[in-house]
């Protein structure tokens, strides 16, 4: 213990607390003081009488009679145990509400063990899959009091994934957080194959093209191409085989109707385990079919005209890397090509709703 002046800076006296935690600075005079308490090792700060917890320092005044029970709360931090559920392979992307049953462990210095029935907090999430508690998807430093792992789901889970890992800690009677701690579900088999990247470019009115591209493919059977109008009911309007260490793959779907269009990959292993892509939206606006490009191929600067002010322009690599965008002010965009090798780009139209209307090759040459 630190008794200090008014200024809280300089030492007028110390004190060690004895077995009970008590400690005084006798002989003292009238005045304003401030008293502060160094905790020991493992021990943190918690509350004082004067409600100044954050440093450890209370500003006391004495009169004429001396004071006492100048208090404070100190307290070591919770404990959280490392916890592991091996699950059996998943056969889709999903893990669903009941699957898991490893309860939360821990314990604390003062209050004893802790374990579900005790407040948790999430201090990080998975970066290969979406947490669900209860049906809603998990947020970073979200509290859960009465933890009930059957509760827990998981979606979105990633290719070739194994495991998924988030952390989690107690918060204790007083407050105070622990170290966190892992919470691992895991299982032998990965799901099929590693989606590089997925794109979906509508041509003109024309076409819709789908292009991905794989990795991992152990085991690999087929993808399914399904298509939904409405983003929530989907068909299967394509199959293609996978074929071996081919890892590009390409679908057309031509004349598709106005409107908006949604499509996502359900990739199939050969033992029927399967993992969805991501939905890719794509509108089809026929509206756009007097839209010019030109020169085209170029080997410097392109012209866009007949686009509105307000639109946006988006120029793409093959595998959907965005290189460079540009706002419509009037009716027409030039984009200077001269800085990038040659070889095939695309071009995106997105209106002022930030909708994707319109699509076209552009090549580049010497």
């Given at each position: ?214 990795a991992d493919a152990i085991g690999f059977d087929r993808f399914e191409v399904e ?73 410097s600067r392109i012209t866009i005209r007949e686009l509105s002010d307000g639109d ?13 965008t540009r706002e419509v002010k009037g009716h027409q965009v030039e984009i200077d ?30």
């Amino acid at each position: 213990m630190t008794l200090y002046a008014a200024n809280g800076t300089t030492v007028l006296a110390t004190a060690t607390t004895d077995a009970n935690g008590n400690y005084s600075f006798p002989g003292q005079i009238p005045g304003n003081y401030v008293v502060g308490v160094a905790p020991p090792a493992g021990y943190q700060h918690v509350s004082s009488t004067d409600a100044t917890p954050g440093n450890g320092l209370t500003s006391v005044t004495i009169t004429t009679t001396a004071i006492t029970d100048i208090n404070f709360g100190i307290e070591r931090p919770p404990v959280s145990n490392s916890q592991t559920q091996t699950i059996g392979s998943p056969t889709s992307a999903v893990i669903p509400a009941g699957t898991i049953s490893q309860d939360v462990e821990g314990s604390d210095p003062e209050d004893g063990s802790l374990g579900n029935a005790n407040t948790i907090v999430i201090t990080q999430l998975p970066t290969n899959a979406v947490v669900l508690y209860n049906g809603l998807a998990v947020t970073l430093n979200q509290q859960i009091t009465g933890f009930d792992p059957s509760l827990l789901s998981y979606s979105d889970i990633a290719s070739g994934t194994t495991s998924i890992v988030f952390n989690y800690t107690f918060i204790d009677a007083a407050g105070l957080q622990g170290v966190p701690a892992t919470y691992t579900v895991n299982w032998t088999t990965p799901l099929p194959l590693t989606l590089l990247h997925f794109v979906a470019l509508p041509n003109e009115c024309n076409e819709i093209l789908l292009k991905w591209a794989i990795a991992d493919a152990i085991g690999f059977d087929r993808f399914e191409v399904e298509e939904s109008r409405d983003g929530a009911s989907y068909q299967k309007i394509a199959i293609l085989q996978y074929t071996d260490n081919v890892t590009s793959y390409v679908y057309k779907q031509t004349n598709p109707a106005p409107g908006k269009h949604y499509y996502r990959l359900k990739m199939l292993d050969i033992d029927s385990r399967y993992s969805y892509s991501r939905v890719l939206p794509v509108m089809i606006d026929c509206k756009n079919k007097d839209i010019e490009v030109f020169p085209n191929p170029t080997n410097s600067r392109i012209t866009i005209r007949e686009l509105s002010d307000g639109d946006q322009i988006q120029l793409l690599t093959p595998e959907g890397r965005i290189l460079t965008t540009r706002e419509v002010k009037g009716h027409q965009v030039e984009i200077d090509l001269t800085a990038y090798t040659n070889g095939t780009y695309y071009i995106n139209l997105i209106d002022r709703d930030r909708k994707k209307k319109y699509w076209t090759k552009v090549i580049k040459v010497k």
